[in-house]
């Protein structure tokens, strides 16, 4: 019995190692959110894994400015790739 609880522990490990995790089944990508200032300085902000509708999500997003027309203007999107 105990024989057959190790080897279909085992079964299960290697399954889980084989089978392909679902990533597969949703498009995943990376973005980074760009701030770009009056001059056209751009910041970038670290690149965070999305997947699935959150990937849509940001692909899909307008760019957002705050202050428009002043110095002080900027403007942030996501860039993703």
Same mark, same amino acid.
């Given at each position: 019995m105990k024989k057959r609880n190790i080897l279909i522990a085992a079964v299960l490990? @290697? =399954?889980? +190692? @084989?089978?392909? =995790?679902?990533? @597969?089944?949703? %498009?995943? $990508?990376t973005c980074e959110l760009v701030t770009e200032d009056a001059v056209g300085n !751009?910041?970038? +902000? *670290?690149?965070?894994?999305?997947? $699935?509708?959150? #990937? !849509?999500? !940001? %692909?899909? =997003? #307008?760019? @957002? *400015? #705050? &202050?428009? $027309? *002043?110095?002080?203007?900027?403007? *942030?999107?996501?860039?993703? &790739?």
């Amino acid at each position: 019995m105990k024989k057959r609880n190790i080897l279909i522990a085992a079964v299960l490990v @290697v =399954a889980m +190692g @084989v089978l392909p =995790a679902c990533d @597969v089944i949703e %498009e995943c $990508g990376t973005c980074e959110l760009v701030t770009e200032d009056a001059v056209g300085n !751009k910041t970038y +902000g *670290t690149p965070l894994p999305f997947c $699935g509708d959150d #990937l !849509k999500d !940001k %692909e899909d =997003a #307008l760019p @957002v *400015t #705050l &202050y428009e $027309g *002043t110095p002080q203007e900027t403007t *942030t999107y996501w860039n993703c &790739y």
